[in-house]
Structure formats: C-alpha cells, structure tokens
C-alpha cells in the first residue's frame, strides 16, 4: 500500500489525484485530524479485503468503476456515483468488481 498526502489549497479533480498502481492498493491522504481521516483509494484486482470492524464511522462514495460493499454479511453494490455508509462496529469488507476508485472518510464516534 502506497500513501502520499494530498497538497493543500490546491484545486483537484478528484478522480485523477491518484492513479491505479499494480497488484496493491494506493492511498493519497486528503486530510488527516486527530478525528478522522479523508482519502481517495485505489483498488486494482480481484479477490476480497479482508473482513474488519473499526470504532469509526466510514463513508465510502465510489469514483470510478464499483464495489460490493458488504456490512454486517449484507451484500451492496455500489457503482460509481453511489456511496454508503458503513456503521463503527459493524463487520464489513471490500469485494471488488474488477478495479475502482473510492473516497474514504471515517471519523471517531461517540460510542
């Protein structure tokens, strides 16, 4: 996994701020506080991520291509456009649909 931070008071457009890299994922940082984090992400093959449960809140909105985005073993595909929310402390994983491009923001709950 590759991560590099985005420049500040710079114009972007979003989709083209970081490139597909072979056989792993890519992360560019946006904006990272000690409440959260904002992130583009590249996935560039097949198979799962792996199952996780987080104590953050995350929001995913697909960029470029789609996902099955699973959350608590219910399966949703998510195309791009179309984003979702996925609950802290709920299991989740990642199962691409050929490469894609998402951006990532989680934030610290309450709980």
């Not at 093959?45 to 789609?66: A, F, N, P, Q, W």
């Not at 050929?98 to 951006?103: A, E, P, T, Y």
């Amino acid at each position: 996994m590759i991560n590099t931070e985005l420049l500040q008071s710079k114009s972007n457009i979003t989709v083209e701020i970081i490139e597909y890299i072979p056989e792993t994922l890519g992360v560019k940082t946006i904006l990272k506080k000690s409440t959260g984090k904002f992130s583009v992400t590249t996935v560039n093959s097949g198979g799962m991520l792996t199952e996780r449960t987080t104590s953050l809140d995350t929001y995913v909105m697909i960029i470029e291509g789609k996902a099955d985005i699973v959350i608590d073993g219910e399966s949703n595909l998510i195309v791009c456009g179309q984003s979702i929310v996925i609950p802290a402390h709920i299991p989740h994983f990642v199962k691409p649909n050929g490469r894609f491009k998402m951006i990532l923001a989680v934030i610290k709950t309450d709980q």
